[in-house]
């Protein structure tokens, strides 16, 4: 097997690195952008046509939805690395073999995922305290949309299985073409039907199918050495193991740091309906910012993981410590701008001043701490690339789930219960996940190929 002459992967083991990593990030933070728009648009939707408890509801619902795309996604970067070896190494026939056994996987998990999630709805909304005056309408969007979470896993692996073989312009052309649907559609359900918060809903499972449609059929009419065959889909068990040795341990330091912030979540609530919607508000705003610093982190899983697979050891860490400083540099940028314009940045989601006040609140207190993290997600994909998803499981458990929760039991009980200090429980798991995962990688890794290495 060989690699079609009009491929649209990339070899990232020749070539200017920083450009590598520049090319491959750009369209992944596009992507990631217009990804995220999904849910955004829900928020814009119902807190301009229906209410700020509908904002509240769509709010207080992310936590959940992210416990299991999150750990879904985990399972993918292990696919991810384990596709993006082979490409690096050559063995088309093996990349091929992991090609079927992630969707494979990726269907079984599916399936599994929605049921589980349609009949816990209820119990982990009442076990995150939510409010009786969002309850109704937070089990209505969740339920919905734990019903369409196949399509988005299936879309988000085979954009996996792209990534990690180079491409990522023509995921970005798909979600593009779904975000405008997504948006279409809610406008559509909300302002001319009226179906409120459901609609939302519908207009967001009904995008993401289309999306995971598009990206089946790109597998499935490719040439190239990624392409998916029905006939030869199976689960290859060598195959899986190796992608959940990679896999797992960063699907369960998801899903546990999520389910942290689901205590988060929790203390948020106790504020009452306008808190909780300017914390999802800072919540939208905040993931934006994430934006650049997954996005290379995500080139730098794949980068490493090629140049891994090609025995570039070189180049392997000068891609990560470029990588690093690219993530750090676009972060600190958007973080002046949206603390600068944070009043009109809140003000997209709501008119309700006591909403507004509450997300200028928490993003004025956090945004410069992001820099912490944009070192933490860098360092992690790279590791992660290298084969090591135990070290930064460990490391961002400890810090992102222990440290934080240690932080809000003993500030809330024994300084003071406001409303600041419970927003600053991210920037202190942040920062305390920084300094331990950089000794972390320099001892366990970077000094053992280190020498030559010119930036």
Sequence with gaps: MSIDKKTSAKDMTTGNIIFLIIQFAVPLIIGNLFQMMYNTVDSLVVGNFVGKEALAAVGSTTMIINML??????????????????????????????????????????????????????????????????????????RIYFAGMLGLLIYNMGSGILRAVGDTKRPLMFLIFTSIVNAVLDLLFVVVFKAGIAGVAYATIIAQFISAGMILLLLMRTKDVYYLSWKDLKCDMSVLKQIF??????????????????????????????????????????????????????????????????????????????????????????????????????????????????GVLFLKTNVFFMMFNCINHTLAGALRGRGDSAGPMIIMIMNFVVVRQIYLFVVTRFVSNTERLVGLSYPVGWTACCIVEVAYFYLRWKKKTEKNIVL
């Design 69 to 142: 795309v999150f750990f879904f996604n985990g399972v993918s970067i292990g696919a991810g690395v384990v596709i993006s070896r082979y490409y690096g190494a050559k063995k088309y026939d093996c990349l091929h073999n992991a090609v079927e056994t992630t969707i494979f996987v990726t269907i079984v998990c599916g399936v599994l995922f929605t049921v589980i999630g349609m009949f816990l709805v209820r119990p982990m909304l009442v076990f995150m305290s939510t409010p009786e005056d969002v309850m109704d309408e937070a089990t209505v969007y969740l």
């Design 245 to 358: 040795t990679i896999g797992l341990p960063t699907g369960i330091q998801s899903v546990i740091t999520a389910f942290s912030n689901v205590f988060v979540q929790s203390y948020v609530n106790s504020f009452g309906s306008a808190c909780m919607a300017g914390w999802s508000c800072y919540n939208k705003l905040d993931m934006f910012i994430m934006l650049p610093m997954q996005s290379v982190a995500q080139a730098a899983t794949t980068f490493v993981g090629q140049n891994v697979g090609a025995g570039k050891d070189d180049r392997v860490n000068r891609g990560t410590v470029q990588s690093m400083a690219l993530s750090v540099g676009i972060t600190a940028v958007i973080a002046v701008f949206l603390f600068v314009f944070a009043l009109p940045a809140n003000r997209i989601f709501t008119n309700d001043n006591d909403v507004i006040r509450y």
